[in-house]
């Protein structure tokens, strides 16, 4: 499954990020990677431990929880600490699929990867190149959307960032842990999220037709629900 959400930043946070990330030092995005990732990946990103990154990881996080299609897309149990990369021209990133466990930075836990995100902090006219493409069982699908604006997918997916020609493309990635192991059951929660808020517009909250949605829906979350 394949969200986007439009305006997850408001203008006013992407240009705070920005104008924070341009005075800020960046490393090759490779100390990052797994050993197959390492070697098809050419970008830029900010250290982790660097108190910038942990100050903008904060902004993100704060815009999640605000967020009801990002809540209702990922179900999250725990959110990795936004990160922040840059691809400058001749940078790709070739297919590749995402490390499975990663650790939180200064804890030692341990979070399953169920979940990835990628927020574009550049506009698409900005720069040429520099999709995110996902591939999965229905194709390939190329995303370049506008600042602020966000792609949730499955970290199971194979994706690559094709080469920037022109320009520079900014963005925050992350990853999070769901309640919802499965894919296709997310996919599946997040269909009837979707048909419930449907129906809530049309009748009463009281009607058996909202009421009986709204409580398949949350039994469904307990019988898959890992907490």
Same mark, same amino acid.
């Given at each position: 499954?394949?969200?986007?959400?439009? %305006?997850?930043?408001?203008?006013?946070?992407?240009?705070?990020?920005?104008?924070?990330?341009?005075?800020?030092?960046?490393?090759?995005?490779?100390?990052?990677?797994?050993?197959?990732?390492?070697?098809?990946?050419?970008?830029?990103?900010?250290?982790? %431990?660097?108190?910038?990154?942990?100050?903008?990881?904060?902004?993100?996080?704060?815009?999640?929880?605000?967020?009801?299609?990002?809540?209702?897309?990922?179900?999250?149990?725990?959110?990795?600490? =936004?990160?922040?990369?840059?691809?400058?021209?001749?940078?790709?990133?070739?297919?590749?699929?995402?490390?499975?466990?990663?650790?939180? =930075?200064?804890?030692?836990?341990?979070?399953?990867?169920?979940?990835?995100?990628?927020?574009?902090?550049?506009? =698409?006219?900005?720069?040429?190149?520099?999709?995110?493409?996902?591939?999965?069982?229905?194709?390939?699908?190329?995303?370049?959307?506008?600042?602020?604006?966000?792609?949730?997918?499955?970290?199971?997916?194979?994706? &690559?960032?094709? +080469?920037?020609?022109?320009?520079?493309?900014?963005?925050?990635?992350?990853?999070?842990?769901?309640?919802?192991?499965?894919?296709?059951?997310?996919?599946?929660?997040?269909?009837?999220?979707?048909?419930?808020?449907?129906?809530? &517009?049309?009748? +009463?909250? %009281?009607? +058996?037709? &909202?009421?009986?949605?709204?409580?398949?829906?949350?039994?469904?979350?307990?019988?898959?629900?890992?907490?």
């Amino acid at each position: 499954m394949l969200v986007t959400i439009p %305006d997850l930043l408001s203008k006013e946070e992407v240009a705070y990020l920005r104008q924070v990330l341009e005075q800020t030092d960046w490393v090759d995005g490779r100390t990052t990677a797994g050993d197959q990732a390492a070697r098809v990946k050419h970008n830029l990103q900010v250290p982790q %431990d660097n108190p910038v990154a942990r100050e903008l990881s904060a902004v993100i996080l704060r815009a999640l929880g605000r967020n009801a299609t990002y809540s209702s897309a990922a179900l999250p149990l725990h959110v990795l600490p =936004p990160m922040f990369n840059r691809y400058d021209v001749g940078m790709t990133f070739g297919a590749h699929v995402d490390g499975s466990i990663r650790v939180v =930075p200064g804890s030692g836990q341990r979070l399953r990867t169920d979940v990835s995100t990628t927020i574009f902090l550049s506009d =698409p006219e900005e720069y040429d190149g520099g999709e995110l493409v996902v591939h999965d069982t229905y194709g390939s699908h190329a995303v370049k959307l506008p600042a602020g604006h966000a792609v949730v997918y499955p970290a199971t997916s194979l994706h &690559s960032v094709t +080469p920037v020609t022109r320009g520079s493309r900014w963005g925050s990635f992350f990853w999070a842990q769901s309640m919802i192991r499965d894919d296709w059951q997310r996919h599946m929660l997040y269909d009837l999220d979707q048909s419930i808020m449907r129906v809530r &517009s049309l009748v +009463p909250d %009281d009607d +058996p037709a &909202s009421t009986g949605l709204t409580a398949h829906y949350h039994n469904l979350i307990r019988a898959w629900g890992e907490l």
